[in-house]
């Protein structure tokens, strides 16, 4: 891997190099944000993906006018990993386990798919049916730790050499080790892992200890998929590092972490695996710098590309995480994640009926390929686009800055084509189908937030991706949400989270320790292991330390429990006293949550965590609007709720400055975006060019 | 730009989808219930075995339906209806208070068994209880002579665990101290039952919460009428795949292998009869209800729809209105309706046989049929006292479950690593286990040749081998010993159930499952050397047990038991399997090369198809099965070692 | 008396069916007359049904009398009256 002798820290300023890009990789689209340190310029730019993504973030550098030495940082999102998992193109990998546990991938706890096949006798687990790591390819070593770290039995060093051989013959070019118990004592973890690099020197080689936690099955999963996707995440990350080099590149590559920070690149090769959806992630981190900095710290997101929504609830401007964060049935990542959920709606979803004949927009899509009909690059069944492009939310000469001029007439023909089954209309279809978008989109949002005891009329809904802002005021509406907030530069917001993402390490250790004040000094001593580290690691890569502060969480349960409970605490030095107070605060947490607290019960301290970070400055933006008035034309389209068609008035959003209103009904258009701002409701425009719609303020009320 | 359209024409969706989006509401109240009952319980059954599942049932001018359920076990989703009405013909409505929670695990009140309990919570409002929350999981203990709550050899239920009819435990949210005693002091585990306890009862406060949001926000009749067209949305469904069924009256009969007591095989007869979209599933003609305890009082009445559901309507949500095109038969003394006072607690084999039986009678009237899976979850229960430096004098209680494999299907393989249908068990974790439990698990993987061939096998069966680190009490539950799961479509049996004790237990030594040192076989059929042989072997030669399901075998410490579950049943003709996946599953050593040449018809030399001999290999065996010489062999494992 | 339905003996056959009982009647749907009643558990629990025979409409589900035993045991204390804790 190309190391660079002069890498930078988050926000410090190169004297040749003034530009700090974000880049984020999707399905279709890649997509850059420039800033320019000192004078705030901010450019913004989307060019195709394309199938080695190194040559797209190149392409993207330059759409934006810029050389590479004029940059001064990247910061990073791709879908490399998640493409190889997704496609089972990862390396050809080999697992090496403990002597009677070769198929803990197969047998992925053993449950069941909760949903639509839950009952389906055709049903296989996903790893059964595409394994990541085949059985002939899988090998039972003879070892065996106790639950204590003592050895029951010695790890036979001949075992793991055989399998390595064999591993060897098959061209395995990539070993996972994961040992039951190994969480406790690595020792035969480690020892395994040394003959595999004796036997196969050029292979990659992962173990537990990339996130050394308890559940067996789990953390086995989390090993085997890095296996599977680091050498691929790693060989990418390479020649996109050469390549920028070659063109003069001489700042500092971050890569956006599913943690919901920055990592070095050093560090994003150390566990490639927690970088698998990077790009989602980048646009949650946007909404927690907009949460932190706008009025309204509580964000319902809804990111909607091509194929899918991505939602996630932001609350109090804290980064959300899950500790269940799920691929496929059984493959399953260990450590906490931000929290973003998909589902397959988005603007290139295919208007379908589903099981019970009404009428439904996705999973099913179109992709960019064909894409919607309305491109007319041989698109046949109508998606959402189409039936916003019938309904004039999408206004044909406008569209995607005019790069693509849409024929609203094969929008309306193959919508009728399918509306025909239902006796509809096809404007009554693409009406529906609008209505429908709105509230899949609505109820996922529900389940991160409602479903989960938060109060979504104290918060404010904020779209992103292209399609976002035409139906979040829709979204809200259903929701009940009054607030929505549609950020500058929606299509390229995940870029901008990119840009103003902190470095954010985490590590964890499972510990299994009483929350006990008479445990205090182990549990601190844990705590400071992992932070010196850390420490360590970051400096050798070159990270400005001093400016890194730690943040800790513990991971607590009832004695006797399996279930642990992330609760961050107060970064300082654990004492006996501190101890103490956090046993109340487990007690309350647990009522909360579960309905009861169980006080007579020990608390266990399962796992330590720390996060180390180091904070990016907020460069400061440059924000100016076009030259013009920002009122273009009238419209005639079909909104949700009317009856027949109603005049609309379309505005420029790049023409709109703070304190500007836009009455509803009306449409805003920008150069990769259109937003919907219903009836009743007005937009306006904040000091940092955000667009807000909220109720629209008459006399009586 | 735009075209004139109806005003009605845009809405077409409209009064649905504020309905649907109520009904999903109330589905996601429970999916939060069920989240937060697996989270905070304490024992590894409801955390992570997943035996547990929460219910919202609706007031309706009938009783009580289900509206909206999430599963953590299918078969609590077949049974809670009846349990609620059950429960509410012997309750005074009028003396419930908010807050109020009512226990129940009586069997012949619709519980699975005593140690499945029940937990009912009203819900108020406005005055009046217009919803029943419900929770339910299999709990650790409930005292009897028997640790965990399959009561082998029991005769009546005075020998099993505690049998509560509805009864107060909590009122107005404050535990009622009496039901708790009694709980607890008759309770071998009271640690544990307790801490699920209060799991089961914050799940209920939970989901009380989140319901009354929802009806804050959506309003009562709404909510109510979003309750209703789930029911009616899932029983249009479910009737649309009856429809689809054609007319007639479809026999099957299956059994049992016996009861624990007696030596008699029990048979399972059904009888499906399908009228439009209208069915009866009768069980006349079953075996009278047994000595031992392999019956049930109660709960197949629910419980064999699942089978018309994996059959016909697999996607909708399960409610009230999944059971409602349904009448079902129960011969009063059968082995599907016990009467008290015999025993009822080993429901664990007779719920997969009604299942299995009522697919094998409908897969006679469709193609896309499936064939039997394992149809016995070879479950063991441990208890003991823990004898570990740090842990000594501790009681505990685990289970073990190894999986097994579902049957083959019209389209694809069965797949592997699945309990029974009446179940949705996950593994525990054994990294917990081995600290909370004397207990180490030293092996659990497939087993080659243990699935049914056919041209879409079965799901592997698999091997589970627990060691002792503490003398151990186990008892192991266990069917299907003689032949395995049945095929389907000329499709092969699975492997049979088999157990071994292994003395000294050493990785070393006993690692590889098919070397027979050391093991001595507990159950199963076993060939003159002691190999395990279905086909040749004799029923109980050499072993311990002459039945599956026994109680107070006692694990010394250091000391091993293994166990195997067979596979599921293949569906169609094994020698139309396509070769080349049979050397994939030869590769991956699900099936073994002698197994190919057997049960397949595929022979492969230096892991290449001998194309030429294969096809030789096939016209023998399909001539001799025409011949009546030849049927696809009971899956078992082949290369043992002595 | 309260205490008549907890216990009963086991059926002396190895086999046991449900009884349907003829009734005379025409089914209003499809005017077969092969009408019976019986026992049967329908979505609610344990009740008795007159049904056709041909077509299964059901010409009346109702809860069971004394005498139809179905099902065969019952709570000694179903009519009494409830105490605040039951
Ligand atoms: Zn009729």
């Known amino acids: ?701 | ?642 | 008396m309260a205490t008549d339905r907890l216990m009963f003996p086991r059926p002396q056959t190895a086999r046991v069916s449900v009884e349907r009982t003829p009734v005379e009647s025409q089914c209003p749907s499809c005017g077969s007359r092969d009408v019976a009643r019986y026992p049967v558990s329908n979505h609610l629990g344990p009740r008795m049904v007159v049904k056709c025979q041909t077509c299964f409409t059901r010409l009346s589900v109702t809860r069971a009398e004394p005498e139809d035993m179905w099902p065969a045991w019952r709570s000694p204390t179903r009519d009494w009256p409830a105490s605040r804790v039951g």
């Not at chain 1, 995440?233 to 080099?245: A, C, H, P, T």
């Open chain 2, 1 to 642: 730009m735009t075209t004139t359209t109806p005003a009605t024409d845009t809405s077409a969706t409209g009064p649905d989808v504020e309905l649907d989006i109520l009904r999903y509401g109330l589905i996601e109240v429970a999916r939060e219930m069920l989240d937060s009952l697996m989270r905070s319980a304490f024992s590894p059954i409801c955390r992570d075995i997943l035996d547990c599942t929460v219910v919202i049932h609706m007031r309706t001018d009938e009783g009580w339906e289900v509206a909206a359920l999430w599963e953590g076990c299918m078969q609590h989703a077949f049974v809670a209806p009846h349990i609620a009405n059950f429960l509410m013909d012997d309750w005074d409505i009028d003396t419930m208070q908010p807050g109020d929670v009512v226990f129940t695990n009586d069997p012949w009140r619709g519980s699975l068994h005593q140690a499945d309990v029940n937990l009912f919570r009203p819900v108020f409002v406005n005055g009046r209880v217009e919803f029943l929350l419900q929770s339910t999981s299999h709990l650790v203990d409930l005292g009897g002579p028997i640790p965990g709550g399959f009561s082998n050899g029991a005769q009546s239920h005075f020998e099993e665990q505690l049998k509560l009819p509805p009864t107060l435990l909590y009122a107005n949210d404050v535990a009622v101290r009496p039901t708790f005693n009694f709980l607890l002091e008759n309770n071998r585990v009271p640690h544990l039952v307790l801490g699920d306890l209060r799991a089961l009862h914050g799940c209920l406060v939970v989901g009380e919460r989140q319901l009354q949001d929802l009806i804050a926000r959506g309003g009562l009749d709404d909510v109510r009428a979003a309750g209703r067209y789930a029911i009616d949305a899932t029983e249009a469904s479910m009737r649309r795949g009856i429809a689809s069924i054609p007319d007639g009256d479809y026999s099957a009969e299956d059994f049992l292998d016996e009861d624990g007591v007696t030596d008699e095989p029990i048979p399972v007869a059904v009888t499906v009869k399908v009228r439009g979209d209208s069915m009866e599933i009768d069980f006349s003609g079953s075996a009278r209800q047994p000595l031992g305890n392999s019956s049930t009082a109660w709960c197949e009445a629910g419980r064999c729809i699942e089978a018309v559901k994996l059959m016909v309507d697999p996607s909708t949500p399960v409610n009230s209105g999944t059971l409602k095109p349904i009448d079902v038969l129960l011969p009063a003394g059968s082995v599907v309706q016990t009467l008290p006072p015999s025993s009822a607690s080993s429901h664990a084999d007779i719920g997969p046989r009604v299942i299995n039986v009522v697919t094998q009678a409908l897969g006679q009237a469709t193609e896309e049929s499936f064939a039997c899976d394992t149809g016995t979850a070879v479950y063991i229960g441990f208890s003991g006292i823990d004898t570990r430096t740090g842990h000594k004098g501790t009681p505990w209680g685990a289970y073990g479950l190894a999986g097994g494999g579902w049957g083959g299907t019209w389209k694809e393989d069965g797949v592997s690593f699945c309990v029974t249908p009446i179940g949705n068990c996950r593994t525990s974790v054994q990294e917990h286990v081995e600290i909370e439990s004397p207990l180490v698990v030293a092996q659990h993987e497939m087993l080659i040749d243990t699935a049914g061939a056919g041209r879409f096998r079965g799901g592997l069966g698999s091997v589970y081998t627990i060691m002792a680190e503490s003398d151990t009490l186990v008892t192991v539950v266990a069917d299907r010993l003689r032949r395995g799961a049945a095929g389907a479509n000329g499709g092969g049996p699975g492997a049979p159930a088999v157990g071994w004790y292994i003395a000294g237990f050493d990785l070393a030594e006993h690692g590889d499952p098919m070397n027979l040192r050391g093991a001595e076989p507990l159950f199963g059929v076993f060939d003159e050397q002691g190999r395990p042989d279905p086909v040749h072997g004799e029923f109980g030669r050499g072993a311990r047990y002459t039945t599956g399901k026994f109680s107070n075998l006692v694990i010394k410490a250091g000391d091993a038991i293994r166990l195997i579950i067979g596979g599921g049943g293949g569906w169609g003709d094994p020698l139309a399997r396509e070769p080349e996946r049979v050397r994939q599953d030869v590769r991956n050593r699900l099936v073994s090369v002698e197994g190919a040449r057997l049960s397949y018809g595929v022979v492969l030399a230096n892991g290449e198809i001998d194309t030429a001999a294969t096809g030789a290999r096939r016209a023998e065996l399909t001539a001799a099965r025409d011949a009546g010489t030849w049927e696809v062999p009971i899956a078992a494992p082949l290369e043992w070692t002595l």
């Open chain 1, 1 to 701: 891997m190309t190391t660079h002798p002069d890498i930078a820290d988050p926000g410090v300023e190169s004297s040749t190099a003034a530009w700090v890009v974000g880049i984020d990789v999707g399905g279709t689209f890649t997509d850059i944000i420039a800033l320019h340190r000192r004078t705030g310029e901010v450019r913004d730019g989307k060019v195709l993906s394309t199938p080695q993504q190194e040559e797209g973030v190149l392409a993207s550098i330059a759409a934006v006018g810029l050389e590479v030495r004029e940059v001064a940082e990247i910061v990073h999102g791709h879908t490399v990993g998640i493409n190889a998992l997704l496609s089972r193109a990862g390396e050809r990998t080999g697992l090496i386990a403990t002597r009677g546990h070769q198929d803990l991938l197969d047998i992925g706890r053993m449950h069941r798919e909760f949903g639509d096949r839950f009952y389906d006798p055709t049903w296989l687990r996903p790893h059964q049916e595409r394994p990541i790591i085949p059985r002939e390819l899988r090998f039972g070593v003879l070892e065996r730790m106790r639950y204590d770290g003592s050895a029951l039995t010695p790890l036979d060093a001949d075992s793991v050499r055989e399998a390595a051989r064999e591993l060897a013959r098959q061209g395995v070019r990539s070993v996972a080790v994961c040992l039951v118990n190994s969480y406790t004592n690595d020792e035969h973890e480690r020892r395994a892992a040394e003959i595999l690099a004796e036997e196969l020197p050029d292979a990659y080689v992962q173990t537990s200890a990339l996130y050394p936690v308890t559940k067996e099955h789990e953390r086995t999963t989390t090993v085997a998929l890095d296996a599977y996707v680091g050498p691929r995440v790693v060989g990418y990350l390479d020649r996109l590092e050469s390549g920028l080099v070659e063109r003069g590149f001489g700042g500092t590559l971050w890569i956006m972490m599913m943690n919901g920070g920055v990592a070095t690149v050093a560090d994003a090769g150390r566990a490639p695996v927690f970088q698998l959806v990077s790009g989602p992630v980048g646009g949650v981190s946007g909404s927690i710098r907009l949460a932190n900095e706008g009025a309204t710290p509580d964000l319902l997101t809804i990111d909607v590309g091509g194929t899918s929504t991505d939602v996630a609830a932001i609350r109090g401007g804290q980064t959300p995480l899950t500790d269940l964060w799920t691929l496929e049935t059984g493959l399953t990542l260990t450590m906490p994640l931000v929290d973003v959920e998909s589902i397959g709606s988005g603007a290139g979803s295919l208007i379908r009926p589903n099981a019970l004949g009404n009428v439904a927009v996705g999973p099913a899509s179109a992709g960019s390929d064909p894409g919607p009909v309305c491109y007319g690059r041989g698109g046949t069944e109508p998606t959402l686009t189409d039936a916003c492009a019938l309904l004039g939310v999408l206004q044909p000469d406008l569209f995607a800055n005019g790069a693509i001029e849409l024929d609203v007439d094969a929008s309306r023909a193959a919508l009728e084509r399918t509306a025909s089954q239902w006796g509809m209309s096809a404007i009554g279809l693409a009406a529906a189908a609008y209505e429908v978008a709105c509230q899949d989109i609505a109820a996922k949002v529900r389940t991160i937030s409602v479903y989960r005891g938060l109060d979504v009329r104290e918060f404010a809904l904020q779209p992103s991706g292209s399609a976002g802002p035409m139906l979040a005021d829709r979204v809200a509406r259903i929701l009940g949400v009054r607030k929505v907030v549609v950020p500058r530069s929606p299509g390229q917001f995940s870029a901008l989270g990119l840009l103003r993402t902190d470095l954010r390490v985490t590590r964890a250790q499972s510990i299994m320790t009483p929350l006990d004040p008479a445990c205090a000094e182990s549990i601190e001593a844990a705590f400071a292991t992992l932070e010196d580290r850390v420490h360590d690691e970051l400096k050798g890569q070159g990270a400005d330390v001093t400016r890194l502060h730690f943040e800790r969480a513990i991971f607590a349960m009832y004695r006797g429990q399996t279930w642990d409970n992330r609760m961050p605490i107060p970064p300082a030095s654990l004492t006996a006293e501190g101890v103490q107070e956090l046993v109340p605060a487990f007690h309350a947490y647990y009522e909360e949550h579960y309905g009861f607290a169980a006080r007579e019960i020990p608390v266990v301290v399962s796992t330590v965590e720390v996060t180390a970070v180091i904070p990016r400055e907020q460069a400061r933006f440059e924000l100016v609007p076009d030259e013009g008035a920002a009122f273009l034309r009238t419209a005639e389209l079909v909104l949700p709720g009317a009856a027949g068609p109603v005049e609309v008035g379309i505005h420029v959003r790049e023409r709109l400055a703070p304190g500007e209103q836009v009455p509803g009904p009306a449409l805003v258009t920008e150069k990769f975006a259109t937003t919907v701002v219903l009836p009743g409701r007005t937009a306006h425009v904040d000091d940092d060019l955000n667009l807000i719609i909220e109720p629209q303020i008459t006399a009586e009320s």
